[in-house]
């Protein structure tokens, strides 16, 4: 039985072993830079669509989504963390009616029957300054007990449907695998 040997082989899968070791060197401290800029791309245009959903202003929606958590070291992700309930009617453009507030949740006008911004009679309505902006509506008959209206949109579950988790599809995922591509093309050419 003879044994044949081939150089050839040896030497490059010592290249590839030269280029693997590389890599392996490399990748893991520019992977996290790539993320971190992926995801900067991603937190803007979910700001950006945010905003149109929710018809809130854009500094609203920038202080709600805050600072992300970037990847850094062995962890390679970014987290977007936002906050902020059912949100007032002051942050929706409100505009009083004899019927109630009209405010722009959403982007569209909806009438909030029964609530008022000014006090006094119609139409000589005087701006209270005890009420800083807000929307208000009565919970008894008197008048005596009001409470701010709210209306019914939480940022959190809009950061998750629609347009915003669209776009962030959209953005996230291609470029990330776009990005990782041509990083690891270029370590190993």
Known sequence: MSVVRVEWADRNV??????LGELQKRFPLVLPRIINQVGDRAKTQVVRNLTKQTGLPRATI?????????????KLSYEMRTRGGNI?????????????????????????????????RFPNRKIVAKFDGHVYRRLNASGTRITQARSGMFIPVEMTTGQTRAA????????????????????LP
């Open 14 to 19: 010592k290249v590839f072993g030269k280029r």
């Open 62 to 74: 920038v202080r709600a989504v805050g600072d992300p958590t970037r990847a850094h070291g062995g």
């Open 88 to 120: 007032r009617l002051k942050y929706l453009a409100p505009r009083e009616t004899r019927p109630g507030v009209v405010a722009r949740p959403w982007g569209k006008p909806h009438l909030y029957a029964g609530t008022f911004l000014k006090g006094g």
């Open 168 to 187: 962030f599809e959209a953005i996230a995922g291609p470029l990330l695998q776009k990005r990782v591509e041509a990083v690891i093309a270029k370590l």
